[in-house]
């Protein structure tokens, strides 16, 4: 076994390296992933294009990040939207999708749990019920196929503020990809609306004014509606309503170019009387048997 150096023997036609080789002689050239090397000796690339002076493929200098591979890029261009900069790195993705493919497992065991109670349950009740209850699992059925579908994209959020041109110190690895989008002028509006579409960004708009010209549907459930922010962070929680003039939650937001507001669809979809007297009749159901007890221990004590 006859180590010797293939970089100097092709590249800087060194003699000493450059060995003879016999008949029935065998040369291997190791990879990193056979024969790991620290990282300053690897060969590594990105990838940064969209709105740069310079867009191409960069090989990585030791621990350089992501501010300096944009310098060497020329900097940004005029048009550049930094804070809807998309990073995508690999190993995260594989992580992403690792996490995506648990939480559908997960789901789909709760469907299965839940279609088998229901199943039990629905000798006791009434037809209304049934009814509910079916179209409650239709719809976490159609959820489940949704995420199923999904795939993970490796994107990192980078958490950038949208009156900045600058972005964070991350130290870049082999194969990420920086992707710099010109400045939009829209916002989208997704999910359970009448008009799925993008809508002209106006600065002071919140994010009920988008809604409200997108139209909610009926089933909408604007209590949880979430902001998807174009630098890849999302915004969830409840929307809150109207109170002395003002509101409260994720649609008092105010919305940035690029971003995208989704609005999902509730999973019980029984109207609100419905689910009153369903509570009411549970509510009696607890009185009726503490009045039991209490009847029961007095005439214990008695």
Known sequence: LIPFNLGRAVRDKDQAANLELMPGDIVTIFSVNDLPVPVEKRTQYVRIGGEVKVPGVYQLTPGETLPQLVQRA????????????????????????ANLDRATRR?????????????????????????????QLTTQ?????????????????????????????????????????????????????????????????????????????????????????????????????????????????????????????KFDKRSAYARFIEGAKDLTAIFYQFGLGAAGLKVLKD
Do not use: C
């Open 107 to 135: 789901l789909e065991a709760d469907i299965n749990s839940q279609t088998a109670a229901a199943v039990q349950n629905v000798r006791n009740t009434d037809n209304k019920a049934a009814e509910a209850l079916q179209a």
């Open 141 to 265: 059925r159609l959820l489940l196929s949704r995420l199923q579908s999904l795939k993970a994209s490796g994107r990192i959020a980078l958490e950038l503020d949208p009156r900045s041109q600058n972005v964070p110190p991350i130290v870049l690895e082999d194969g990420d990809q920086i992707t710099v989008p010109v400045t939009p002028s829209f916002v989208g509006v997704f999910g359970a609306v009448t008009a799925e579409a993008s809508f002209m960004h106006k600065y002071n708009y919140t994010a009920r004014d988008y809604l409200d010209r997108a139209g909610p549907t009926r089933d909408a459930d604007e209590e949880y509606v979430a902001i998807v922010r174009a630098d890849g962070t999302v915004q969830v929680g409840k929307g809150g309503n109207t109170l002395w003039g003002m509101n409260a939650g994720v649609l008092a937001e105010r919305l940035n170019p690029g971003d995208t507001l989704f609005v999902p669809e």
């Open 74 to 97: 020329g900097g940004f261009s005029q048009n550049a939207f930094v804070y809807g900069t998309v990073f995508l790195r690999e190993s995260t993705r594989v992580q992403q999708q």
